[in-house]
């Protein structure tokens, strides 16, 4: 019976999100949606570091940037299609963040940390300075819509539906990847490093598979952001595209699907509905993080999860004394 | 060729020789019990012969193979899987998740088998969840499989550092004094559990300090003293040298039966 519920309740979600952008007609909250999926995407890949494999990745927007980037170069320079493109950001930065991986996760803790906030701020130097290639801070504009058999899908509509696939592809591919020998590595890793070890599980070889797969989907994240707005600048590779992801994970509720997804939305939306206290919007949306933050340690998921469970206890006491 | 030799076993720490020159042999089957005073170098030992430290000098041969150099995971692989002297769990997963975590080598799908769920991968699952339930029904603790490791009794939560070790079918178990802090209740069916697992074909190197657990399960016993082996023979051999009664307990008391 659980699992019918949790099913329907999957089943209504995923409806939401199909009706949704047909109700809402305006284009600017079409973009408001597409952004609220790319940075779904980019906190669920957040997720697998700090949620699984149990590190902090302070350079997250190294391999979201580095992804964009790839895919604007490939398409607008040399005229590569999207598809091409996309592929090639995720390899790219996959195959870096393999390297930064395989040379800092054997470095414990802020150590980690540190690495990958300078590996982000070179990128972003690099981009900035790097006038050929990147046009510096002017950026690369005029990047190229994507194209599905011959068909250009240039409207946010259609585009939200296209960067909705790859949220329900990154959805599978981490319930499978959990539900795995992986996956209950990396958990095993983070839990108890030792005793992981001790049953034979190379710790560090999984911490280095779980980092790479994440800078994997944050390039496609990146991709993603580069043919929807059209333009990648150096801000890209900047620290917003790390915290954000990275408060989206802890608001939410971390090592979950849902936690991120809560996390991504309240943070993408929630900005918009206080557009209505005009000058206060981001002090309001200030003390809304910090106030979560403050009642709910765990996450918005798992005090609801903890909350529900109370009650039922409740119940059942309540059941005892009327028995 | 015996099952588990240790030859000349030396362990240095800067200027503090922790183990010297060590050597003994454990025979496929048996249950060989180490033993010494507090600092004899019997953790530094274990923590040699299982890849959790590396040799000063030495070697270690595992059943035909040199292991000496071999990093800890790869040693669990071929078979030496331990327990740990503190309580080790992954505390914040449930019972059920911890050992099916202790089955990780067992299992022989790849990642993309795992991502695209092939028929092999998902036999393999079935397999071994079917397998933690045999373990977990063995240990006694398959009415608590849901629970959160972290919410077991303490003797309980023994238990179950074992059971995530016998799912990584051990050929040589350590265990590291598995009796600490248990009533004497809890230690006769620990007696016991070693007992059974000593009848399925598991051999099982020892260190412990309760006398009466030691002297009822180990065929063979090697003492330490101050990091050098002072003796090695059956518990009654060991229970009446002069040495072991002399540096063990610091008097002519008998060790208790």
Partial sequence: MKNLRTFWTYFAILAVCLILPVIISDPYYHSVLVTTAIFV???LSMDIIV?????LSLGHAAFFGLGAYVSAILTKNLHYSFWAGFLAAIVIAGAAGYIIGFITLRLKGAYFAIVTLAFAEI????ASNWINLTRGPMGIPGIPFPKLFGWELSS??????LVLFFVLLSVILIIRLVNSPAGRAFLAAREHEDLARSVGINTYQFKVLGFTIATMMAAAAGSLYAHFFRFVGPDLLGIYYTSTPLLMVFIGGRASIAGPLVGAVIFSVLPEFLRMAGSLRMVIFALVLIVSVIFMPQGIIRALGNL???????GLTQTEYAG | MAFLEVRDLTKSFGGLTALNKVSFAVQEGEVFGLIG?????KSTCFNLLTGFLKPTSGRIVF???????????ARARMGIIRTFQHTSLFSGLSVFENVLIGTHCCHRSTLGGALFRTKNFLKDEQQLRAKVEQILDFVELKEKKDLPAGSLSYGEQRKLEIAIALAGD???LLLDEPAAGMNPAESRKLMELIKALQSRGITILLVEHYMQLIMGVCDRIAVLNYGVKIAEGTPQEVRNNEEVIRVYLGSRTKIPA
């Fill in chain 1, 156 to 161: 946010g509509l259609v585009y939200f539906y």
């Fill in chain 2, 63 to 73: 059943n035909g193979e040199e292991v000496t150099s071999l990093p800890d995971y």
């Fill in chain 2, 37 to 41: 005073p507090n600092g004899a170098g």
């Fill in chain 2, 170 to 172: 051990p050929k040589l």
């Fill in chain 1, 123 to 126: 990128l972003r130097l690099v």
């Fill in chain 1, 308 to 314: 529900r469970r109370r009650k039922k206890e409740d």
């Fill in chain 1, 51 to 55: 949620g699984y494999i149990g590190e």
């Fill in chain 1, 41 to 43: 995407i980019l906190a």
